[in-house]
Nanobody
Framework: QVQLVESGGGLVQAGGSLRLSCAAS????????MGWYRQAPGKQRELVAR???????DYADSVKGRFTISRDNVQNTVYLQMNSLKPEDTALYYC??????????WGQGTQVTVSS
């Protein structure tokens, strides 16, 4: 069983920064991908950023240049550094991990609210 625990969400003014953390219950070397998704009220869940086992990264166009995903293999933690936050970044942010078996795992979510 994989457990993912997110932290770091909160309320911030537009232009501010937050760093989200996702701590995994097992070595992140066992994951094919790890990433962050978000879901705003009334909208579908969308990919924000992900990091693939070889280290390459993908970002949604809306966050490129503002958000950075990284990982710490010793701490088994993935981070999402969010800078220049905008009100439209307001959402519930979920950590996601996909094993090499393609089993899909989610954290409980952490709320990010950006005020204008």
């Amino acid at each position: 069983q994989v457990q993912l625990v997110e932290s770091g969400g909160g309320l911030v003014q537009a232009g501010g920064s937050l760093r989200l953390s996702c701590a995994a219950s097992r070595s992140i070397d066992s994951f094919r991908t790890m990433g962050w998704y978000r879901q705003a009220p009334g909208k579908q869940r969308e990919l924000v950023a992900r990091i693939i086992s070889g280290g390459s990264t993908d970002y949604a166009d809306s966050v490129k240049g503002r958000f950075t995903i990284s990982r710490d293999n010793v701490q088994n933690t993935v981070y999402l550094q969010m800078n220049s936050l905008k009100p439209e970044d307001t959402a519930l942010y979920y950590c996601n991990a996909v094993l090499y078996s393609f089993s899909n795992h989610w954290g409980q979510g952490t709320q990010v609210t950006v005020s204008s």
